[in-house]
């Protein structure tokens, strides 16, 4: 991945260990979900701590599933679900494995343009669009990883001047607003509902 500068609130050895390993990244992406994204993205670098190395997709699909929930479990968890976010990280390895021999970088490295990387990051187990559209923002944004049509595969979360979600973090300041564009979005949904 190109060097970029991942600015979360989070330990900066976690925000080093994400910039420069590409698995950690996807893990990070992958947990952000019903936890505050500094949970999600520090967690990678947690595993890591907890199994004593850096781990590869091949290891972590191949991983004892029971031996993994008991390492997500361990408090502070990783996630507020241990136990399904384990699995879910275990099924993102294997489609690793299967689909790109392991290589998270393959992922994007091998897309012909935008629309091709949502597509493949979109066929990994728990990413909707709206998380595919994310994740290929903030490989454009923050890692500049960007193949012909990156933006307009990612939607507004692509867009220059957005503040939506975690590819949008440089500083405290845009935390701040990601966060007041995120209880928006929370709050007209609720308001839609009735």
Known sequence: MVPMTLSLPIDPEANEFLCRNALALL??????????????FSSPYVLAQ???HEPDARELAEHPPEALVEIFAQPPALHRFPKAMAARVQEVCRALVERYDGDPTRLWSEAADGRELLRRVGELPGFGKQKAQIFVALLGKRFGITPDGWREAAGGYGDVDAYRSVADVTDPESLRRVREYKQR???EAKAAKG
């Open 50 to 52: 907890r199994l004593g």
């Open 27 to 40: 893990l990070g992406m992958v947990l952000d979900q019903q936890v505050p994204m500094e949970k999600a």
């Open 185 to 187: 979005m929370k709050a």
